[in-house]
């Protein structure tokens, strides 16, 4: 499979702030691929929308997906600091991950009894 990272909405925040978000996709992929293999990630998908603006400040909603042969991981999280909803979304990708190695890892000891 081919990693393809896509950062939707992106594009009017500064460049700091395209870097840092690069980084923490390129973080949980590297995770990702860890536990279970590169081969099987398809894409990650971030995608920042606004919801409110109240007065100079922005209430902004983050949904990632991350799309394997292990099935769609997807979050969602809204916050006013666009990184800390990021890395809302990324730690709930991030145990969506590790809970279906868990199962995986439990369906295969079952079938080897």
């Known amino acids: 499979m081919v990693k393809t ?3 939707v909405g992106f594009d009017k925040f500064s460049y700091n702030i395209k870097d840092e978000v690069s980084i923490i996709a390129n973080r949980l992929i590297d995770k990702y691929n860890r536990i279970f293999g590169k081969d099987t990630l ?3 998908k971030l995608s920042v929308d606004k919801e409110r603006e109240r007065g100079d400040h922005t209430l902004f909603e983050i949904k990632g997906y991350l799309e394997t042969t292990h099935g769609l991981f997807y979050a969602t999280h809204s916050d ?3 990184l800390d909803a ?10 969506q ?3 279906k190695k868990e199962k995986l890892k439990t369906a295969k000891k079952a079938t080897n009894i």
């Open 86 to 95: 990021i890395e809302r979304v990324v730690e709930e990708l991030t145990r």
């Open 97 to 99: 991950i590790i809970e």
């Open 5 to 7: 990272i896509q950062l």
């Open 42 to 44: 398809k894409i990650l």
């Open 80 to 82: 006013w600091k666009v």
